[in-house]
C-alpha cells in the first residue's frame, strides 16, 4: 500500500511556472509507476503526464507536451511535475497517482489503484 500526499499548487498568472510535487509513503514507491491527472469543474478527469518506476519513461498530453515536465526522485519517494508557460486552461485540481507494475505508460484514471487527494491550481488571465 502506498499514500500520495501533492503539494505545491497555488495561484499563478498566465504565463508563469509552478512546480507540484508528489510525495509517498511506503518502502516500495520507487517501483512504482506515477501519472498525474488534472480536473477541472464539471469536466472528466484527464491525464496530463505519467513516468515509469526509473524515469527511462515518460509520456505526457498533447496539450500540455513541451510545457510540463515531469521527474522524480527515487530517494526522496517524490515525483514531481514542473508547469511552464501556464494558461488559464491549465487550471484544475491536480492528483497524483500510482501503479505498482511500474510501466509508467497508462493514462487512463482506472488504470492506477492509488491517489492523492489533490492540490488546486489556478491560472489567471
Known amino acids: 500500500q502506498v499514500q500520495l500526499v501533492e503539494s505545491g499548487g497555488g495561484l499563478v498568472q498566465a504565463g508563469g511556472s509552478l512546480r507540484v510535487s508528489c510525495a509517498a509513503s511506503?518502502?516500495?514507491?520507487?517501483?512504482?509507476?506515477v501519472g498525474w491527472f488534472r480536473q477541472a469543474p464539471g469536466k472528466e478527469r484527464e491525464f496530463v503526464a505519467a513516468?515509469?518506476?526509473?524515469?527511462?519513461?515518460?509520456s505526457y498530453a498533447d496539450s500540455v507536451k513541451g510545457r510540463f515536465t515531469i521527474s522524480r526522485d527515487n530517494a526522496k519517494n517524490t515525483v514531481y511535475l514542473l508547469m511552464n508557460s501556464l494558461k488559464p486552461e491549465d487550471t484544475a485540481v491536480y492528483y497524483c497517482?500510482?501503479?505498482?507494475?511500474?510501466?509508467?505508460?497508462?493514462?487512463?484514471?482506472?488504470?492506477?489503484?492509488?491517489w492523492g487527494q489533490g492540490t488546486q491550481v489556478t491560472v489567471s488571465s
Open positions: 497517482a500510482a501503479d505498482p507494475s511500474g510501466r509508467g505508460y497508462y493514462t487512463r484514471p482506472y488504470e492506477y489503484p492509488y
Open positions: 511506503g518502502p516500495t514507491f520507487s517501483t512504482y509507476a
Open positions: 513516468i515509469n518506476w526509473s524515469a527511462g519513461g515518460k
